[in-house]
């Protein structure tokens, strides 16, 4: 079965420095891959999701992530982030049915 | 907007009493989810709809149960809550062409006294 893991559990981060998650997956098939935002006492938001093709894929709010293989890893990027990009960020993978599992979750904190 | 909706957005419920989450959908999606969040952790997967078919994970108490009367409703039934349910319980939706990519609603927080 899949499994993901996300490296950092906190990222503090000052506004408009660039930022890294990162998330790396195991599996023996091929995968989906997400990411989802979180805000506080709300659902999960989808940011990006590579499916196939172009191993780097833009999402919403300016993040992008990028699909390697060989690594088993997709790290998701923001060049320059803002006090509302504060929230928990879970990465997850599916391999084409539906079971998706999550990350332990990564908590990205902005400081002005 | 086409959307995930879940009511209420905050329940509070005593020790053993049931209580019943929905979810309702616009989407149309035929495959729906119910997931357990307990504070700072990932989402779990509690059981899932595939049209009326059910599908529950195999660690996923007898205490939670689910019905799903038609395409739009869901909801998720705790027979007995303990102290140990307090959780925010998130609903998703998926479409038979893009099973992979599931929508969440904005949860519903449980507190259990």
């Known amino acids: 079965a899949q499994s993901v893991t996300q490296l950092d559990s906190q990222v503090p981060v000052f506004e408009e420095a660039p930022v890294e998650l990162r998330c790396n997956y195991s599996?023996?098939?091929?995968?989906?891959l997400f990411w989802y935002v979180q805000y506080p006492n709300q659902g999960l938001q989808l940011l990006l999701k590579?499916?196939?093709?172009?191993?780097l894929v833009k999402g919403i709010n300016g993040f992008e992530a990028e699909f390697n293989k060989s690594q088993t890893s997709f790290h998701l990027r923001k060049p320059s982030v803002h006090i509302s990009d504060t929230a928990e960020y879970f990465c997850a993978v599916s391999e084409n049915n539906n079971d998706m599992r999550f990350g332990a979750g990564t908590r990205l904190t902005v400081k002005p | 907007d086409a959307m995930v909706i879940q009511n209420p957005r905050y329940q509070v419920t005593q020790f053993g009493k049931p209580v019943t989450l929905s979810c309702s959908q616009t989407?149309?999606?035929?495959?729906m989810y119910w997931y357990q969040q307990k504070s700072s952790q990932a989402p779990k997967l509690l059981f899932h709809y595939y049209d009326k078919d059910f599908n529950n994970e195999a660690d996923t108490p007898d205490n939670f149960q689910s019905r799903r009367p038609n395409t739009s409703f869901c909801f998720l039934d705790i027979r007995s809550p303990g102290l140990g349910d307090a959780a925010m319980y998130l609903c998703?939706?998926?479409?038979?062409?893009?099973?992979?990519?599931?929508?969440f609603g904005p949860g519903t927080r449980l507190l259990v006294l």
């Open positions: 989407l149309n999606h035929n495959v």
């Open positions: 590579y499916l196939s093709g172009s191993t």
């Open positions: 599996s023996s098939v091929s995968v989906y």
């Open positions: 998703a939706t998926s479409s038979r062409v893009t099973q992979e990519t599931q929508y």
